[in-house]
Each structure stands twice: as structure tokens, then as C-alpha cells.
């Protein structure tokens, strides 16, 4: 059984070396250089990434506290009509139950507007992280045609960060769809 998983783990890294020799012997024959970049950790380095980061955090813990308050005075009051529904009649039972539907939607309304996928948290980071991303663009691209490469990826993402336009196949790819070949 061991030396069937052993067998197995040496053909399985001796084909990935010769996929990954043959890719490398083919992007030579065809001038291809690549290189990788870490945006992760350039982002630690920018001090301007740094700052937007903290202020963001101190943005969104601020709305965090707020929801928070919230939810604990929406619990509160959930407790206290429990522990008093029984003293109420029907039309107090109705008025507190409406009370606190309109609190909970309230919660919820300010949750989607704060952290929601268009909330004021992500257009903030938007604004905050597009001239970063814009610099971090251009200088990936300097690096790039100096260097003359021909494509960039992102080691911690699988992202093409920088290409030559002779590479990209896009108006090929739609010439064949449109024939429908």
C-alpha cells in the first residue's frame, strides 16, 4: 500500500515537472517571458494602501458599534414584551409587535445601507482603493515593458495583471463565433 501511494506521488510530480518543463520550453521558443508579482504584499508596503486600510476599518467598526447598539436595545425590547405580553391586550400586543417590526427593519435597512453590496462601506473602499489600484497598474506595467515581458500574474490570485495586445485573442475569438465556425 506504501510504495503504491509512494509510486503514485513520484509520477504525479514527475508529470507536473515535464508539464511544467515542456510550458517553459514552449514560451521560450515563442519569446514569451513571464513574471509574477505579489500584490498582497506590495499593498503592505504603500503607505497610502496602509492609510485607506485604517480608515476604513475605523469606518466600518464605527457602523459596526452602531449596529450593535441596535440589535442589543432590538433584543432588549424583545425581552421586555415577552416578559410583558401576557399583562397586554390584544391592540397593545398588536402596537408592540408593529413596534418592533418597524425597529427590526430599521436594523436591517441600516445594516444594507452601511455593509451592503452598495453600501456606503464598498463605495468608500472604491474610492479609497482606485488611484491605488491605478498606480500600482502603471507601475506593473513599467516594470513589464522594461523588463519585456510578456505577461503578469498575481501570486496569491490567479490574475493576469499585464499582457502585450498581440496576445489577446478577443476579436479573433469573436470573429469565429460570429461565422459560427
Known sequence: MKKTIILGAIAIFFVAFLTQYQLNAQAKDAGLKFGVVDIETILKEMPEAIDADKKLKEIG???????????????DRIQKYQKQKSLMNTEQQTKEEESLQ??????????????????????????????????????????????????????GNPAVLYFEDKFDLTFKVLDVIKRGQ
Open 61 to 75: 467598526t464605527k457602523w459596526q458599534d452602531t449596529l450593535i447598539t441596535m440589535k442589543k436595545d432590538f433584543d
Open 102 to 155: 418597524s425597529l427590526q427593519m430599521k436594523m436591517m435597512q441600516y445594516q444594507e445601507q452601511k455593509f451592503g453590496n452598495s453600501g456606503e462601506l464598498n463605495l468608500t473602499r472604491e474610492k479609497f482603493l482606485e488611484p491605488i489600484r491605478i498606480k500600482v497598474r502603471n507601475a506593473i506595467q513599467k516594470v513589464a515593458k522594461d523588463e519585456k515581458l510578456s505577461l503578469v500574474l498575481d501570486k
